[in-house]
T-cell receptor, first 111, second 115 residues
Framework: EAQVTQNPRYLITVTGKKLTVTCSQNMNHEYMSWYRQDPGLGLRQIYYSMNVEVTDKGDVPEGYKVSRKEKRNFPLILESPSPNQTSLYFC??????????FGPGTRLTVL | GQQVMQIPQYQHVQEGEDFTTYCNSSTTLSNIQWYKQRPGGHPVFLIQLVKSGEVKKQKRLTFQFGEAKKNSSLHITATQTTDVGTYFCAGQSGAGGTSYGKLTFGQGTILTVHP
């Protein structure tokens, strides 16, 4: 089944404790992206990747890192999480930068 | 940077009434996409508009892209309870290179349909 998977789905952590949210797609898509969703703000793009080893900043990249070593994986790294990074995170992938397939989301709480 | 404003933020309708949500971009877009997110779910792609003045229909849904490629609308005719959810527009700029991958979402319109 074609899908985008994210892990973990839920995470509660404490300020400063490094964490990684994984994202994987099995559709051989070149384009992948991370978003955060906050009430009243819609989806805001954090980072995106047009292909392996090619990443670029979205609108809200501060406090986040990404890597794209393989086509199928695009992990989101929070080196030192802070409470303002509490949010719902979505990973998405696309074959040609148009129709994006979203993962199920990761709900992160930073205490 | 590019901004995409979407209104209204909330819309409550009676089943059978029509619904429209509007998006306005601060810059000219190369294309605009629309997504629907059911409560507790993830966004699901509905459609992409590319051409100036383009109009596309999907059953009761009508999508329009403005002549200047800076605004767009989604109209639902005779809403049903299955239409409940948040509708997002997302604009993509026409700049070349890697910036083409940048996608800016509107804030979304939360649609409630009362039976």
């Amino acid at each position: 089944e074609a899908q985008v998977t994210q892990n973990p789905r839920y995470l509660i952590t404490v300020t400063g404790k490094k964490l990684t949210v994984t994202c994987s797609q099995n559709m051989n898509h070149e384009y992948m992206s991370w978003y955060r969703q906050d009430p009243g703000l819609g989806l805001r793009q954090i980072y995106y990747s047009m292909n392996v080893e090619v990443t670029d900043k979205g609108d809200v990249p501060e406090g986040y890192k990404v890597s794209r070593k393989e086509k199928r994986n695009f992990p989101l790294i929070l080196e030192s999480p802070s409470p303002n990074q509490t949010s719902l995170y979505f990973c998405a992938s696309s074959l040609t930068y148009n129709e994006q397939f979203f993962g199920p989301g990761t709900r992160l709480t930073v205490l | 940077g590019q901004q995409v404003m979407q209104i209204p933020q909330y819309q409550h309708v009676q089943e059978g009434e029509d619904f429209t949500t509007y998006c306005n971009s601060s810059t000219t877009l190369s294309n605009i996409q629309w997504y629907k997110q059911r409560p507790g779910g993830h966004p699901v792609f509905l459609i992409q508009l590319v051409k100036s003045g383009e109009v596309k229909k999907q059953k009761r849904l009508t999508f329009q892209f403005g002549e200047a490629k800076k605004n767009s609308s989604l109209h639902i005719t005779a809403t049903q309870t299955t239409d409940v959810g948040t509708y997002f527009c997302a604009g993509q700029s026409g700049a070349g290179g890697t910036s083409y991958g940048k996608l800016t979402f509107g804030q979304g319109t939360i649609l409630t349909v009362h039976p």
